[in-house]
T-cell receptor, first 114, second 114 residues
Framework: KAGVTQTPRYLIKTRGQQVTLSCSPI?????VSWYQQTPGQGLQFLFE???????NKGNFPGRFSGRQFSNSRSEMNVSTLELGDSALYLC?????????????FGPGTRLTVL | GDSVTQMEGPVTLSEEAFLTINCTYT??????LFWYVQYPGEGLQLLLK?????DKGSNKGFEATYRKETTSFHLEKGSVQVSDSAVYFC?????????????FGKGTKLSVKP
């Protein structure tokens, strides 16, 4: 099976712009989660989508949003970018998103905000 | 809320040395525990997991045992190789405060010298 893919791999934006990142899960996986990785805060959970519905959400401002399509592909959007949004954004998929499920990660999208 | 604490790095070892990376957790309920590894420029790869007390996860010579009495999930390997150089993350899911999303420790960077 193909793994989790994320596009683009690298992105440079300026403050105030918005950005959309894309994630394609492993075939058959219905749960997609997003995480932000920064040197200061480490790995933090953004949100999880299951069957096109946001099922779980971390502690991030409303500028961070996402959606999931019927084929389980997911996008996340960040509006009004701030310098602090510079990070590696990781997408992970799992079969059902249950607590025993293994989450499989993509390579990430490296976002730089100037 | 739920949390994971792992030993600060970096850890530098000689090839064939014994490795231990300590991980303790705080969670209500019965979380599942994971070790992920991140190589430079890549996403996270699952190394091993355990879903209930006294379970032992193992993979590629790495082992960790879910100890509920000490709330620990220490990672061990008997003989490390240069190729094991990476950042290792301990994580939990399914505690009272995390549902299905992963809560990560800060990561431990391991460098193995030939």
């Amino acid at each position: 099976k193909a793994g989790v893919t994320q596009t683009p791999r690298y992105l440079i934006k300026t403050r105030g712009q918005q950005v959309t990142l894309s994630c394609s899960p492993i075939s058959g996986h219905r749960s997609v989660s997003w995480y932000q990785q920064t040197p200061g805060q480490g790995l933090q959970f953004l949100f999880e989508y299951f069957s096109e519905t946001q099922r779980n959400k971390g502690n991030f401002p409303g500028r961070f949003s996402g959606r999931q399509f019927s084929n389980s592909r997911s996008e996340m959007n960040v509006s009004t970018l701030e310098l602090g949004d510079s990070a590696l954004y990781l997408c992970a998929s799992s079969a059902e998103g249950g607590r025993r499920d293994t989450q499989y990660f993509g390579p990430g999208t490296r976002l730089t905000v100037l | 809320g739920d949390s994971v604490t792992q030993m600060e790095g970096p850890v530098t070892l000689s090839e064939e040395a014994f490795l231990t990376i300590n991980c303790t957790y705080t969670a209500t309920g019965y979380p599942s525990l994971f070790w992920y590894v991140q190589y430079p420029g890549e996403g996270l790869q699952l190394l091993l997991k355990a879903t209930k007390a006294d379970d032992k996860g193992s993979n590629k010579g790495f082992e960790a045992t879910y100890r509920k009495e000490t709330t620990s999930f220490h990672l061990e390997k008997g003989s490390v190789q240069v190729s094991d150089s990476a950042v290792y993350f301990c994580a939990l899911s399914g505690g009272g405060g995390s549902q299905g999303n992963l809560i990560f420790g800060k990561g431990t960077k391991l460098s193995v010298k030939p």
